[in-house]
């Protein structure tokens, strides 16, 4: 299975996501890190700042990763995203429609969206997505009301039903996604097991992306 998601991993299976929370660092310092470590498609995400100060912080982190061939998705900001012009945009629930998105962002730009169980990974099986996020996985402590943990059993039915590369996301780790990536995910999207440990990202993100 080829798509603009797939190229953009290439041949790697982690996507990690940037969280000024976890980590303590801005989303430069973040790029400049995962990138470093040998991340190529990074998520932008942003739950704290406006929106005028999130754009502000990854216009900086998007020109270091253009250095460095690295492509960047924003999280929920199909806005910022336009007004960047990244590499596309993450979607939630909530969000902007992936069909309005797609009108404003055009048919090169790789779109995501996230869904927490089977009938909206069904639904999202009918838009016109590059990925879908499933998840959570396990328990996560990443958002402040996190759906409920899906396992790797239900994983495995949400692959079945959607027909695009599939993102599992939510509590993975290092020790487990080997697990996560065996039940059939295309990749594994992790925040906090690269930001928990001080001063550790870049080795950590090294560890996934070995593992994976």
């Known amino acids: 299975m080829i798509s603009r998601f ?23 310092e973040q790029v ?29 982190a998007l020109r270091v990763a253009r250095t460095r061939g690295v492509k960047i998705i924003v999280n929920d900001r199909v ?9 596309g945009v993450h979607l939630g629930q909530d969000d902007v429609p992936p069909e309005a998105a797609r009108r404003l962002l055009g048919p090169n730009a ?26 959570p996985i ?9 759906d409920s943990a899906i ?18 996301i939510g509590g993975i780790t290092l020790a487990n996604s080997l697990d996560v990536l065996a039940a059939g995910s295309h990749a594994v999207a992790v925040i906090k097991d690269i930001w928990i440990l001080p001063g550790q ?3 950590q993100t090294r560890r996934l992306l070995h593992n994976t």
Do not use: W
Request: charged share 20%.
């Open 79 to 87: 806005d910022i995203a336009l007004a960047l012009k990244a590499d």
């Open 110 to 135: 790789i779109i995501g969206y996230s869904a927490h169980n089977l009938e909206q990974a069904r639904r999202a099986a009918k838009m016109p997505l590059d990925y879908v996020a499933i998840g």
């Open 6 to 28: 797939l190229n953009a991993l290439a041949g790697t299976r982690l996507y990690p996501i940037t969280d000024r929370r976890p980590s303590g660092l801005s989303h430069l």
């Open 201 to 203: 990202a870049m080795t």
């Open 151 to 168: 396992g790797l059993d239900g994983l495995q039915v949400a692959i079945q039903e959607v027909g695009l590369p599939v993102v599992a």
């Open 32 to 60: 400049s890190q995962l990138s470093e470590a040998g991340a190529t498609l990074i998520q932008l995400r942003e739950k704290l700042l406006s929106p005028l100060e999130f754009y502000r912080e990854a216009e900086p």
């Open 138 to 146: 396990f328990e996560t402590s990443t958002k402040e009301n996190p």
